[in-house]
Nanobody, 122 residues
Framework: QVQLVESGGGLVQAGGSLRLSCTTS????????MGWFRQAPGKEREFVAV????????AYADSVKDRFTITRDNAKNTVFLQMISLKPEDTAVYYC???????????????WGQGTQVTVSS
């Protein structure tokens, strides 16, 4: 497991943008697939996006496709989630996730961050 620390959450109006960051001190960052999940009040934690070890072949949930972009900088041990055209239904706690394998389910995740709140007002 690796320790993950998210930042960048906040309050934004509908149509606005935010960029989330997730960093780790793990030397093996470049060997992990990295991604994001989110959990809205009263709902289960759901997959948002994932990117492979080399920063290639990102995958997205249908609900965020064409609005969210996941990237990573292995030299800085950081993964980003750029979010544009935000909607009130994007309001959730966003969790950074890491795994030794590509993932789209919670069961496949090895490590979680503590979460960062994103609130989109209408």
């Amino acid at each position: 497991q690796v320790q993950l620390v998210e930042s960048g959450g906040g309050l934004v109006q509908a149509g606005g943008s935010l960029r989330l960051s997730c960093t780790t001190s793990a030397r093996s960052f470049g060997t992990y697939a990295m991604g994001w999940f989110r959990q809205a009040p009263g709902k289960e934690r759901e997959f948002v996006a994932v990117i492979n070890w080399h920063g290639e072949t990102p995958a997205y949930a249908d609900s965020v496709k064409d609005r969210f972009t996941i990237t990573r900088d292995n030299a800085k041990n950081t993964v980003f989630l750029q979010m544009i055209s935000l909607k009130p239904e994007d309001t959730a706690v966003y969790y950074c996730a890491a795994s030794s394998r590509i993932f789209t389910t919670r069961a496949a995740v090895d490590s979680w961050g503590q979460g960062t709140q994103v609130t989109v007002s209408s």
